[in-house]
């Protein structure tokens, strides 16, 4: 099944517009599934989940999301903030012309659509989040879980100083950012990555999205009424086990949480026939 590039244009209220970088693939009639990637990656962290899901019927489409794309950089680091984020996610539907899709979003693209269900749920279809649990989850075990405060210890920098941040992981030939992949190193396309993030201002950029967590941030999304799939791998660098299993709670439709054996935070390169299978089984 060949996969296209494509852009998206999208209206924002902000900037004026907005062009994201997108690869799709599967007949256009198939069904909708859109694709959130997190950090550090891109749409190239789909790779190996887009073939399968496109020839089993899924029309899919996997966007590079604002701070990613390249003619989408702002510099202002409230353009970042999860409002902004979110209404690119419905930009990126409206823009594909479907009336509502399922959305799969790892990492911080999770938090993207796990905020869209929550507030636009007649956007999605279904949901499958990977990695990172309802945002409120994440907060609750953020204040009272030693393990997940030390797991999330790494984000002081990047809210404080995207620049700083940058050169460090940057620099020694990206030495840092080798790191942060951990042992899945061998299964992430990690050179590639490397280069994305060594141009121009991507990093960064990237970045960004961390500078514009609010204290607040996450506290007006609520609950989610879609059907739902959490996806956690029991080796997950950055979360913890009382936020994965906290999960649950936000969730008031159909809900499945899938624990993955020694699998990490970086489950659509670790073990993508798993996820294909979870994300099948929640499109049913």
């Known amino acids: 099944m060949p996969v296209e590039s494509a852009e998206l244009h999208l209206d924002d209220p902000v900037l004026g517009s907005v062009v994201l970088d997108a690869v799709m693939a599967g007949a256009d009639d198939g069904i909708p599934v859109l694709l959130l990637h997190g950090w ?13 899901l496109a020839s089993s019927g899924c029309k899919v489409v996997a966007v590079d999301q604002r ?16 409002p902004h984020l979110v209404h690119d996610a419905v930009g990126m539907i ?7 899709a399922h959305v799969v979003g790892h990492d911080w693209g999770a938090v993207v ?26 907060n609750a075990a953020l204040k009272s ?43 992430v396309d990690v050179e590639r990555y490397v280069e994305f993030f060594s ?35 029991n080796d997950d660098v950055a979360i913890g086990a009382q936020a ?3 999960c649950g709670e936000w969730c008031r439709n159909d809900f499945e949480m899938r624990v993955l054996t020694d699998r990490g935070h970086w489950i659509p390169d670790e073990d993508p026939d798993a996820l294909v299978d979870a994300i099948l089984a929640r499109i049913g």
């Open 67 to 82: 701070g990613y794309s390249p003619q989408t950089r702002p510099v202002d680091v409230s353009a970042y903030a999860l």
């Open 94 to 100: 409206e823009a594909l012309g479907w009336e509502s």
């Open 40 to 52: 550090p990656q891109t749409s190239l962290s789909w790779r190996q989940v887009i073939p399968p």
């Open 145 to 187: 879980d030693p393990v997940q405060w030390k797991k999330s210890a790494y984000m002081a920098l990047f809210r404080t100083a995207p620049g700083k941040a940058a050169q460090v992981l940057l620099r020694d030939g990206a030495k840092a950012l080798r790191e942060v992949y951990g042992d899945a190193v061998h299964k």
């Open 113 to 138: 659509a796990w905020a869209l269900a929550a507030q636009r749920p007649e956007l999605v279809r279904t949901l499958t989040a990977v990695s990172v649990p309802h945002p409120q989850a994440f």
């Open 244 to 246: 994965a299993r906290g």
């Open 199 to 233: 141009d121009d201002d991507a990093m960064e950029a990237s970045l960004r999205w961390y500078a514009a967590m609010g204290g607040d941030q996450f506290k007006d999304i609520g609950p989610v009424d879609v059907p739902t799939t959490f996806v956690w791998g």
